[in-house]
Protein backbone atom coordinates (compact mmCIF):
# COMPACT_ATOMS: atom_id res chain seq x y z
CA UNK A 1 0.00 0.00 0.00
CA UNK A 2 1.40 3.20 -0.88
CA UNK A 3 1.48 6.44 1.55
CA UNK A 4 -1.42 8.28 -0.25
CA UNK A 5 -3.45 5.04 -0.04
CA UNK A 6 -2.29 4.16 3.79
CA UNK A 7 -3.58 7.93 4.67
CA UNK A 8 -6.81 7.37 2.73
CA UNK A 9 -7.73 4.30 4.43
CA UNK A 10 -7.24 6.07 7.34
CA UNK A 11 -9.75 8.37 6.16
CA UNK A 12 -12.47 6.46 5.20
CA UNK A 13 -12.43 5.08 8.74
CA UNK A 14 -12.34 8.42 10.27
CA UNK A 15 -15.20 9.70 7.27
CA UNK A 16 -17.24 6.61 8.42
CA UNK A 17 -17.82 7.19 12.23
CA UNK A 18 -19.00 11.22 11.29
CA UNK A 19 -21.18 9.39 7.72
CA UNK A 20 -19.61 11.69 5.39
CA UNK A 21 -21.80 12.23 2.73
CA UNK A 22 -20.60 9.84 -0.23
CA UNK A 23 -20.57 12.92 -2.80
CA UNK A 24 -17.28 14.83 -0.39
CA UNK A 25 -15.42 11.71 -0.66
CA UNK A 26 -13.67 12.60 -3.78
CA UNK A 27 -13.75 16.56 -3.12
CA UNK A 28 -11.97 15.85 0.46
CA UNK A 29 -9.49 13.05 -0.49
CA UNK A 30 -8.10 14.83 -3.75
CA UNK A 31 -6.05 17.08 -4.10
CA UNK A 32 -6.91 20.78 -4.80
CA UNK A 33 -3.69 21.23 -6.39
CA UNK A 34 -0.57 19.73 -7.31
CA UNK A 35 2.78 21.52 -9.00
CA UNK A 36 5.39 19.35 -10.22
CA UNK A 37 8.81 21.79 -11.04
CA UNK A 38 12.41 21.38 -12.55
CA UNK A 39 15.24 22.02 -10.04
CA UNK A 40 18.59 22.59 -11.87
CA UNK A 41 21.66 23.44 -10.31
CA UNK A 42 25.25 23.92 -10.89
CA UNK A 43 27.58 21.70 -8.55
CA UNK A 44 30.70 22.86 -7.25
CA UNK A 45 32.17 20.53 -9.13
CA UNK A 46 31.05 22.43 -12.20
CA UNK A 47 28.00 19.22 -13.00
CA UNK A 48 24.54 20.46 -13.91
CA UNK A 49 21.99 17.74 -11.51
CA UNK A 50 18.20 18.30 -12.36
CA UNK A 51 16.01 17.84 -9.50
CA UNK A 52 12.39 17.09 -9.33
CA UNK A 53 10.45 19.27 -7.11
CA UNK A 54 7.00 19.40 -5.39
CA UNK A 55 4.25 21.55 -3.62
CA UNK A 56 1.20 19.84 -2.93
CA UNK A 57 -1.85 22.08 -1.73
CA UNK A 58 -4.69 19.18 -0.49
CA UNK A 59 -7.37 21.25 0.75
CA UNK A 60 -7.65 25.44 1.63
CA UNK A 61 -11.36 25.00 2.75
CA UNK A 62 -10.17 26.45 6.37
CA UNK A 63 -7.43 28.97 5.47
CA UNK A 64 -3.92 29.61 4.28
CA UNK A 65 -2.00 25.94 2.77
CA UNK A 66 0.30 25.00 5.52
CA UNK A 67 3.18 22.27 5.57
CA UNK A 68 6.42 22.21 5.67
CA UNK A 69 9.28 21.12 3.00
CA UNK A 70 11.84 18.49 2.88
CA UNK A 71 14.98 17.20 1.38
CA UNK A 72 14.73 13.19 0.85
CA UNK A 73 15.30 10.78 -1.78
CA UNK A 74 11.65 9.20 -0.89
CA UNK A 75 9.90 13.05 -1.37
CA UNK A 76 8.11 11.72 -4.45
CA UNK A 77 4.85 12.86 -5.68
CA UNK A 78 3.22 9.94 -3.76
CA UNK A 79 4.65 10.60 -0.52
CA UNK A 80 4.22 14.72 -0.68
CA UNK A 81 0.80 13.87 -1.72
CA UNK A 82 0.02 12.02 1.88
CA UNK A 83 1.56 14.51 3.79
CA UNK A 84 -0.47 17.03 2.86
CA UNK A 85 -3.14 15.37 3.61
CA UNK A 86 -2.47 14.96 6.67
CA UNK A 87 -1.60 17.99 7.12
CA UNK A 88 -4.97 19.23 6.13
CA UNK A 89 -6.82 16.77 9.38
CA UNK A 90 -3.93 17.50 11.66
CA UNK A 91 -4.58 21.76 11.30
CA UNK A 92 -8.21 21.04 11.82
CA UNK A 93 -7.85 18.71 14.62
CA UNK A 94 -5.82 21.42 16.34
CA UNK A 95 -7.99 24.15 15.10
CA UNK A 96 -5.83 26.63 13.96
CA UNK A 97 -6.90 28.70 10.39
CA UNK A 98 -4.68 26.62 8.08
CA UNK A 99 -5.62 24.04 5.36
CA UNK A 100 -3.00 21.36 4.11
CA UNK A 101 -0.17 21.76 1.67
CA UNK A 102 3.82 19.79 1.80
CA UNK A 103 6.27 20.35 -0.64
CA UNK A 104 10.35 18.57 -1.06
CA UNK A 105 12.96 17.83 -3.66
CA UNK A 106 13.90 14.43 -4.51
CA UNK A 107 17.35 14.60 -3.17
CA UNK A 108 19.70 13.50 -0.80
CA UNK A 109 21.73 16.48 0.75
CA UNK A 110 24.19 14.28 2.49
CA UNK A 111 27.44 16.08 1.22
CA UNK A 112 25.90 19.09 -0.66
CA UNK A 113 27.21 22.25 -0.12
CA UNK A 114 25.98 25.23 1.44
CA UNK A 115 26.35 26.87 -1.50
CA UNK A 116 24.52 24.46 -3.46
CA UNK A 117 21.68 23.90 -1.23
CA UNK A 118 21.48 27.77 -1.35
CA UNK A 119 20.87 27.52 -4.75
CA UNK A 120 18.60 24.81 -5.01
CA UNK A 121 16.69 26.31 -2.67
CA UNK A 122 15.70 29.36 -4.39
CA UNK A 123 15.60 27.67 -7.66
CA UNK A 124 12.56 25.57 -5.82
CA UNK A 125 11.27 28.72 -3.97
CA UNK A 126 11.29 31.12 -7.62
CA UNK A 127 9.47 27.66 -9.70
CA UNK A 128 6.69 27.35 -7.21
CA UNK A 129 6.58 31.16 -6.06
CA UNK A 130 3.28 31.70 -7.88
CA UNK A 131 1.39 29.59 -5.63
CA UNK A 132 3.20 30.84 -2.36
CA UNK A 133 1.88 33.70 -0.33
CA UNK A 134 1.32 35.21 3.25
CA UNK A 135 -2.31 34.02 2.87
CA UNK A 136 -1.95 31.65 0.35
CA UNK A 137 0.36 29.01 0.88
CA UNK A 138 3.01 29.28 4.04
CA UNK A 139 6.42 26.37 4.06
CA UNK A 140 7.76 25.57 6.93
CA UNK A 141 10.76 23.49 7.96
CA UNK A 142 10.70 19.80 7.70
CA UNK A 143 12.78 16.89 7.07
CA UNK A 144 16.53 18.09 6.35
CA UNK A 145 15.42 21.63 6.09
CA UNK A 146 15.57 24.01 8.71
CA UNK A 147 15.65 27.56 9.77
CA UNK A 148 18.65 28.62 7.08
CA UNK A 149 16.81 26.87 4.50
CA UNK A 150 13.65 29.05 5.24
CA UNK A 151 15.64 32.49 5.27
CA UNK A 152 16.91 31.33 1.79
CA UNK A 153 13.16 30.43 1.06
CA UNK A 154 11.93 33.69 2.91
CA UNK A 155 14.11 36.06 0.58
CA UNK A 156 14.15 34.70 -3.05
CA UNK A 157 10.14 34.87 -2.30
CA UNK A 158 10.85 38.59 -0.26
CA UNK A 159 12.54 39.52 -3.75
CA UNK A 160 9.50 39.73 -6.30
CA UNK A 161 6.97 40.32 -3.67
CA UNK A 162 8.59 42.86 -1.21
CA UNK A 163 10.05 42.14 2.64
CA UNK A 164 7.48 38.98 3.66
CA UNK A 165 8.76 37.55 6.74
CA UNK A 166 4.91 36.00 7.15
CA UNK A 167 5.71 34.13 3.92
CA UNK A 168 7.61 31.16 5.40
CA UNK A 169 7.79 29.94 8.98
CA UNK A 170 10.59 28.06 10.87
CA UNK A 171 13.01 31.23 10.36
CA UNK A 172 16.10 32.69 11.87
CA UNK A 173 14.74 35.02 15.26
CA UNK A 174 16.73 37.46 13.44
CA UNK A 175 14.06 37.00 10.34
CA UNK A 176 10.79 37.27 12.42
CA UNK A 177 11.46 33.37 13.61
CA UNK A 178 9.35 33.43 16.82
CA UNK A 179 11.22 32.16 20.36
CA UNK A 180 9.19 28.73 21.23
CA UNK A 181 9.09 27.64 17.36
CA UNK A 182 12.36 25.87 17.15
CA UNK A 183 11.23 23.16 20.12
CA UNK A 184 7.95 23.46 19.57
CA UNK A 185 6.78 20.20 17.67
CA UNK A 186 8.78 18.14 20.43
CA UNK A 187 7.24 20.07 23.35
CA UNK A 188 3.75 19.48 21.81
CA UNK A 189 4.31 15.67 21.74
CA UNK A 190 5.76 15.97 25.29
CA UNK A 191 2.59 17.86 26.44
CA UNK A 192 0.21 15.33 24.29
CA UNK A 193 1.87 12.60 26.09
CA UNK A 194 1.27 13.89 29.87
CA UNK A 195 -2.00 14.71 29.32
CA UNK A 196 -2.93 11.38 28.35
CA UNK A 197 -0.75 9.96 30.96
CA UNK A 198 -2.92 11.98 33.49
CA UNK A 199 -6.19 10.14 31.32
CA UNK A 200 -4.85 6.71 31.73
CA UNK A 201 -3.78 7.26 35.44
CA UNK A 202 -0.09 6.37 34.17
CA UNK A 203 3.20 7.69 35.90
CA UNK A 204 5.59 8.75 33.97
CA UNK A 205 8.27 8.87 35.96
CA UNK A 206 7.85 4.96 36.11
CA UNK A 207 8.15 4.36 32.38
CA UNK A 208 10.90 3.83 30.00
CA UNK A 209 10.68 5.74 26.84
CA UNK A 210 13.12 5.08 23.47
CA UNK A 211 13.04 7.42 20.76
CA UNK A 212 13.62 6.31 17.14
CA UNK A 213 15.15 9.79 15.88
CA UNK A 214 17.31 12.30 17.61
CA UNK A 215 16.94 14.92 15.47
CA UNK A 216 15.38 18.60 16.08
CA UNK A 217 11.34 16.49 17.19
CA UNK A 218 13.27 13.80 19.38
CA UNK A 219 16.10 15.53 20.90
CA UNK A 220 13.59 17.95 22.21
CA UNK A 221 11.30 15.35 23.08
CA UNK A 222 13.94 13.52 24.96
CA UNK A 223 14.65 16.51 26.74
CA UNK A 224 11.10 17.43 27.71
CA UNK A 225 10.33 13.59 29.45
CA UNK A 226 13.70 13.82 30.95
CA UNK A 227 13.14 16.75 32.43
CA UNK A 228 9.02 15.37 34.07
CA UNK A 229 11.07 12.26 35.51
CA UNK A 230 10.91 9.71 32.38
CA UNK A 231 13.47 7.30 31.88
CA UNK A 232 14.54 7.41 28.04
CA UNK A 233 16.55 4.38 27.64
CA UNK A 234 17.27 4.14 24.23
CA UNK A 235 17.81 6.91 21.13
CA UNK A 236 18.99 6.74 17.78
CA UNK A 237 19.36 8.21 14.77
CA UNK A 238 20.43 7.78 11.20
CA UNK A 239 23.85 6.04 11.83
CA UNK A 240 22.40 3.98 15.18
CA UNK A 241 21.34 3.59 18.14
CA UNK A 242 22.11 3.94 22.24
CA UNK A 243 20.59 1.71 24.59
CA UNK A 244 21.15 2.10 28.44
CA UNK A 245 18.00 0.17 31.04
CA UNK A 246 19.29 2.62 33.51
CA UNK A 247 18.57 5.62 31.04
CA UNK A 248 20.54 7.34 29.20
CA UNK A 249 22.38 10.62 29.33
CA UNK A 250 19.77 13.03 27.70
CA UNK A 251 22.36 15.96 27.73
CA UNK A 252 25.06 14.22 26.58
CA UNK A 253 23.17 13.21 23.96
CA UNK A 254 22.16 16.66 22.82
CA UNK A 255 25.64 17.79 23.23
CA UNK A 256 26.84 15.23 20.47
CA UNK A 257 23.79 15.42 17.93
CA UNK A 258 24.76 19.54 18.49
CA UNK A 259 28.29 18.75 17.06
CA UNK A 260 26.81 16.52 14.19
CA UNK A 261 27.77 12.55 15.75
CA UNK A 262 25.61 9.98 16.53
CA UNK A 263 24.15 8.97 19.52
CA UNK A 264 25.77 5.69 18.90
CA UNK A 265 29.09 7.33 20.16
CA UNK A 266 28.11 7.68 23.54
CA UNK A 267 29.99 6.03 26.47
CA UNK A 268 28.95 3.47 28.38
CA UNK A 269 25.77 2.73 26.16
CA UNK A 270 25.23 -0.71 24.18
CA UNK A 271 24.85 0.28 20.39
CA UNK A 272 21.34 -0.90 18.76
CA UNK A 273 20.12 -0.10 15.16
CA UNK A 274 17.03 1.71 14.49
CA UNK A 275 14.63 -1.49 14.09
CA UNK A 276 16.56 -3.16 17.08
CA UNK A 277 15.21 0.28 18.67
CA UNK A 278 11.53 -0.48 17.75
CA UNK A 279 11.55 -3.91 19.59
CA UNK A 280 13.24 -2.89 22.62
CA UNK A 281 12.21 -3.33 26.13
CA UNK A 282 10.39 -0.41 26.75
CA UNK A 283 7.05 1.39 27.89
CA UNK A 284 6.48 4.17 25.01
CA UNK A 285 8.20 4.17 22.06
CA UNK A 286 8.54 7.58 19.98
CA UNK A 287 9.22 7.20 16.44
CA UNK A 288 10.08 10.57 15.50
CA UNK A 289 12.31 10.48 12.14
CA UNK A 290 11.11 8.67 8.87
CA UNK A 291 7.68 7.22 7.95
CA UNK A 292 6.14 3.65 7.49
CA UNK A 293 9.11 2.53 9.69
CA UNK A 294 6.21 0.08 11.92
CA UNK A 295 5.15 -2.19 9.11
CA UNK A 296 3.46 -5.41 9.11
CA UNK A 297 6.65 -7.13 9.45
CA UNK A 298 7.79 -5.35 12.42
CA UNK A 299 4.66 -4.36 14.42
CA UNK A 300 3.71 -7.84 16.41
CA UNK A 301 7.85 -7.41 17.95
CA UNK A 302 6.79 -3.83 19.48
CA UNK A 303 7.12 -4.21 23.26
CA UNK A 304 5.96 -1.06 24.05
CA UNK A 305 2.56 -0.71 25.78
CA UNK A 306 2.16 3.34 24.11
CA UNK A 307 3.36 4.46 20.59
CA UNK A 308 3.70 8.64 20.37
CA UNK A 309 4.13 9.15 16.68
CA UNK A 310 6.42 11.96 16.39
CA UNK A 311 6.82 11.74 12.90
CA UNK A 312 4.45 11.98 9.86
CA UNK A 313 3.07 8.87 9.33
CA UNK A 314 5.28 6.28 10.88
CA UNK A 315 2.66 3.24 11.26
CA UNK A 316 1.95 1.69 7.81
CA UNK A 317 -1.87 0.85 7.95
CA UNK A 318 -1.61 -2.83 8.01
CA UNK A 319 1.10 -2.09 11.32
CA UNK A 320 -1.69 0.47 12.88
CA UNK A 321 -4.42 -2.46 12.95
CA UNK A 322 -1.70 -5.36 14.71
CA UNK A 323 -0.71 -2.90 17.41
CA UNK A 324 -4.30 -1.79 18.32
CA UNK A 325 -5.37 -5.48 17.88
CA UNK A 326 -2.27 -5.83 20.41
CA UNK A 327 -4.27 -3.58 22.69
CA UNK A 328 -1.71 -0.83 22.14
CA UNK A 329 -2.15 2.68 22.84
CA UNK A 330 -1.26 4.68 20.04
CA UNK A 331 -1.45 8.44 20.00
CA UNK A 332 -2.13 9.60 16.22
CA UNK A 333 0.81 11.79 14.31
CA UNK A 334 -2.05 14.23 13.68
CA UNK A 335 -2.20 15.26 17.16
CA UNK A 336 1.17 14.36 18.50
CA UNK A 337 2.92 16.04 16.00
CA UNK A 338 0.74 18.85 15.83
CA UNK A 339 2.85 21.23 17.77
CA UNK A 340 5.05 22.00 14.81
CA UNK A 341 2.18 23.58 12.96
CA UNK A 342 0.63 25.22 16.00
CA UNK A 343 3.83 26.84 16.40
CA UNK A 344 4.50 27.81 12.92
CA UNK A 345 0.79 29.60 13.39
CA UNK A 346 2.06 31.29 16.26
CA UNK A 347 5.06 32.82 14.03
CA UNK A 348 2.90 33.40 11.07
CA UNK A 349 0.46 35.68 13.06
CA UNK A 350 3.33 37.55 14.61
CA UNK A 351 4.67 38.33 11.53
CA UNK A 352 1.37 39.40 10.56
CA UNK A 353 0.92 41.73 13.70
CA UNK A 354 4.52 42.57 13.62
CA UNK A 355 4.40 42.06 17.22
CA UNK A 356 6.67 39.58 19.22
CA UNK A 357 5.57 37.40 21.94
CA UNK A 358 7.56 36.27 25.30
CA UNK A 359 8.73 32.60 24.70
CA UNK A 360 7.01 31.70 27.80
CA UNK A 361 3.31 33.16 26.07
CA UNK A 362 4.42 30.92 23.21
CA UNK A 363 4.81 27.22 25.66
CA UNK A 364 1.55 28.48 27.40
CA UNK A 365 -0.92 28.77 24.11
CA UNK A 366 1.27 25.82 22.77
CA UNK A 367 0.29 23.51 25.73
CA UNK A 368 -3.41 25.44 25.54
CA UNK A 369 -3.77 24.33 21.76
CA UNK A 370 -2.67 21.06 22.81
CA UNK A 371 -4.09 19.86 25.66
CA UNK A 372 -7.82 21.11 23.72
CA UNK A 373 -7.12 18.85 20.97
CA UNK A 374 -6.49 15.58 23.28
CA UNK A 375 -9.29 16.09 25.12
CA UNK A 376 -11.45 16.25 22.10
CA UNK A 377 -9.53 13.05 20.80
CA UNK A 378 -10.14 11.05 23.86
CA UNK A 379 -13.64 12.36 24.59
CA UNK A 380 -14.76 11.13 21.46
CA UNK A 381 -12.70 7.83 20.90
CA UNK A 382 -14.21 7.13 24.97
CA UNK A 383 -17.74 8.17 23.54
CA UNK A 384 -17.38 6.01 20.45
CA UNK A 385 -15.13 3.07 21.41
CA UNK A 386 -12.41 3.88 19.03
CA UNK A 387 -8.93 4.18 18.87
CA UNK A 388 -7.37 7.96 18.77
CA UNK A 389 -6.25 8.15 15.51
CA UNK A 390 -9.97 6.84 14.26
CA UNK A 391 -11.36 9.70 16.48
CA UNK A 392 -8.60 12.37 15.19
CA UNK A 393 -9.61 11.17 11.52
CA UNK A 394 -13.20 12.13 12.74
CA UNK A 395 -12.77 15.68 14.45
CA UNK A 396 -10.38 16.83 11.61
CA UNK A 397 -12.83 15.71 8.70
CA UNK A 398 -15.55 16.93 10.15
CA UNK A 399 -14.44 20.14 10.73
CA UNK A 400 -13.19 20.79 6.92
CA UNK A 401 -16.33 19.36 5.43
CA UNK A 402 -18.04 21.63 7.05
CA UNK A 403 -16.17 24.61 6.40
CA UNK A 404 -16.20 23.25 2.99
CA UNK A 405 -20.03 23.76 3.09
CA UNK A 406 -19.85 27.05 4.65
CA UNK A 407 -18.05 27.84 1.90
CA UNK A 408 -20.00 27.06 -0.89
CA UNK A 409 -17.09 24.42 -2.65
CA UNK A 410 -19.97 21.62 -2.45
Not at 15 to 37: N, P
Amino acid sequence: MTPIESVNAFFDRGAQLIHLKDEMYAVLKSSYREVQVQVPVRMDDGRLEVFTGYRIQHNGARGPYKGGVRYHPTADLDEVRALASLMTWKTALVDIPFGGAKGGITVDPTGMSPREIQTMTRRFTNAIGHVLGVHRDIPAPDMNTNAQVMAWMMDAYSATHGYSPAAVTGKPLDLGGAAGREAATGRGVVYVLEGAAKHWGLDLTECRVAIQGFGNVGSWVARGLDDLGAKVVAASDRDGGAYRSDGLDITALARLAGNRHSVAEAADVEQISNEELLACDCDILIPAALGDVITEANAPKVRAGIVVEAANHPTTTEADAILVDAGKRVIPDLLANAGGVTGSYFEWTQNIQQFKWKEERFNDELRDVMVRALDATLTFADARQVSMRDAAFAIGIERVARTSKLRGYV
